[in-house]
């Protein structure tokens, strides 16, 4: 499966940055000695593996996309699908068995890519420039809840990296005008006007890392929001641990999230699982815990001891601790792949005598793709219910979220239903998918503050209030015509209905979203 934990780059020709949730567009150029590498380069030992430590790749890279269709299709089968990131090294190693040539479109053109951004062989230092810009007719970057005024925001990165035997570090400063507009978030002070991102130190070792820095995380299946851990929020100060041990894997995290309301928050989450060719399960827990005078548990930094036991230990600590228990599954049976994740944030099994049953907390995802029915197109399904009260609990400090951000899921008290068709033209690099979603949005909110008691216990566990209801046919595409470039784009039509949660109130708006990237890096390729 792929690290959790680890670092480093080891590849020296092309890659480029086909970004998730909204993250900034990305391209990637490597320069090596004596000129631009354009081709594969040198395969890499086992044993180059484990001598040498292998820069993370960040999870808004374009190749994480390719390596989910990949697995899908059955032609990569090492990697865990229900995680990210993974190593440069793993990302290497996936396509390197696959001859291009032999292959059926659009297949071909899919690992000729991934094999021209990481060959796989080792470079001991580099250095990344990254520029790009989104664009929006409304002011947050989700097509389906539209607000605020649109416009353009420009963004740029530049960093370098080091890998030096079993130690890899990376250090990025990320300059984003969006963040000024994002309705959610609480723009973090930015010095210069940059800021820390997908910084870290690793050390790795044959079957195990630990890793010390900012990066991003998801678990879940690829293409859905993580119900537990999600790339959504920016990368957070962490200390995280890996390893594998042949089908089984072990990720674990303790990271010191934002002050809120004077409490002081930290979350620490486990995860471990298990994955063969057809079929990948993995189990995982995380407890949010805040106060006004805490420090970092050193409990719950244990990688091997479950969260489940050290929940609310030791008693009385003058700790709030929010337990999250998520259960995620993969399988691929023929020419159809099923994924799903479960969440559960909380349920009152034992009510007091005389009192209602106080609303479950709780998530859950499922989707199918077929990727069988034609090698052009795969059709989809999705179907997505956060309930009203997840993600928050009656502590000053207990919403799931960093910086404003959801750690999981953007938004609660909704369910969504969406359906589409991935289809690859003739033309290499474009992807067009037609897809139809509807939106049912209630009015809680996971980061408003929870209600008396009495008032929780009486309310429903879905949908409180007006449900704001959006259909949505778009058109949503990506045309990468090379590594080092691409471009997305989504445009359709809403339909509302109980528009701004006002009964009988409608609205019917045209919506696009589109970016466009490129991303640089240079270093010396070794002999």
């Known amino acids: 499966g792929g690290a959790a934990s680890g670092g480093g780059t080891s590849g020296a020709a092309v890659a480029a940055g086909l970004v998730c949730r909204g993250r900034a567009p990305r391209l990637l150029l490597v320069c090596a000695r004596g000129g631009c590498a354009a081709g594969a380069g040198v395969a890499r030992t086992a044993g180059a593996q484990e001598e040498t430590g292998s820069r993370i790749v960040d999870v808004g890279h374009w190749a994480y996309g390719y390596l989910a269709r990949l697995r899908d299709r059955g032609y990569v089968t090492q990697l865990d699908p229900l995680l990210r990131p993974y190593t440069q090294v793993e990302i290497a190693s996936a396509p390197a068995p696959l001859d291009p040539d032999t292959l059926p479109e659009p297949v071909a053109s899919w690992v000729r890519l991934l094999r021209r951004a990481f060959p796989r062989e080792h470079q001991a230092w580099g250095a990344v420039l990254l520029g790009g810009a989104r664009a929006a007719t409304t002011g947050r970057l989700d097509a389906l809840r539209p607000t605020g005024a649109g416009g353009v925001w420009p963004n740029g990165a530049a960093g370098a990296w080091i890998e030096a035997r079993h130690l890899a570090a990376e250090t990025r400063a990320l300059g984003?005008?969006?963040y000024d507009h994002d309705p959610e978030l609480v723009a973090p002070h930015r010095p210069l006007g940059g800021q820390v991102d997908h910084s870290y130190v690793a050390l790795s070792v044959p079957r195990a890392a630990v890793v010390l820095g900012q990066i991003s995380r998801h678990w879940g299946p690829p293409g859905a929001p993580g119900l537990l851990i999600?790339?959504?929020t920016l990368p957070y100060p962490q200390i995280g641990f890996g390893g594998g041990f042949g089908?089984?894997?072990f990720?674990?995290?303790?990271?010191?999230?934002?002050?809120?309301?004077?409490?002081?928050?930290?979350?620490?989450?486990?995860r471990v699982s298990y994955t063969t060719a057809r079929f990948a399960v993995a189990l995982a827990d995380a407890i949010l815990y805040t106060g006004p005078d805490i420090a970092p548990s050193l409990a719950l930094l244990n990688p091997v001891a479950p969260l489940v036991f050290q929940w609310e230990n030791p008693p009385d600590g003058g700790r709030s601790d929010d337990l999250l228990l998520s259960m995620q599954a993969w399988y691929r049976l023929s020419g159809v792949v099923l994924d799903g994740?479960?969440?559960?944030?909380?349920?009152?099994?034992?009510?007091?005598?005389?009192?209602p049953r106080a609303p479950t907390r709780y998530a859950f995802d499922v989707g199918a793709r077929w990727v069988r029915l034609a090698r052009w197109i795969e059709p989809a399904a999705r179907y997505e219910q956060v309930s009203a009260f997840a993600y928050r609990s009656f502590g000053p400090g207990d919403q799931y979220d960093y910086l404003g951000r959801g750690l999981a899921t953007n938004f609660s008290d909704?369910?969504?239903?969406?359906?589409?068709a991935d289809l690859f033209p003739p033309l290499a690099g474009l992807t067009l998918t037609p897809a139809f979603e509807l939106l049912r949005q209630g009015e809680g909110d996971f980061r408003l503050a929870m209600p008396d008691m009495a008032t929780f216990r009486a309310s429903p566990h879905l949908f409180l209030g007006v449900v704001e209801r959006t259909a949505r046919f778009a058109l949503r595409g990506s045309y990468q015509p090379a590594p080092y470039l691409w471009l997305s784009w989504d445009v359709g039509h809403n339909a509302?209905?109980?528009?701004?949660?006002?009964?009988?109130?409608?609205?019917?708006?045209?919506?696009?979203?589109g970016a466009v990237g490129v991303r640089f890096e240079c270093g010396p390729r070794a002999p």
């Open 341 to 355: 994740e479960f969440l559960l944030d909380d349920v009152d099994v034992f009510p007091p005598a005389g009192q």
């Open 414 to 420: 909704h369910d969504l239903l969406s359906l589409g």
């Open 247 to 249: 089908r089984f894997g």
């Open 176 to 178: 984003d005008l969006y």
């Open 251 to 270: 990720q674990a995290f303790t990271a010191e999230l934002d002050t809120l309301a004077g409490a002081k928050r930290y979350l620490a989450a486990q």
């Open 496 to 513: 509302v209905s109980n528009a701004g949660h006002v009964s009988g109130a409608t609205r019917s708006d045209f919506g696009a979203l």
């Open 230 to 232: 999600s790339d959504g």
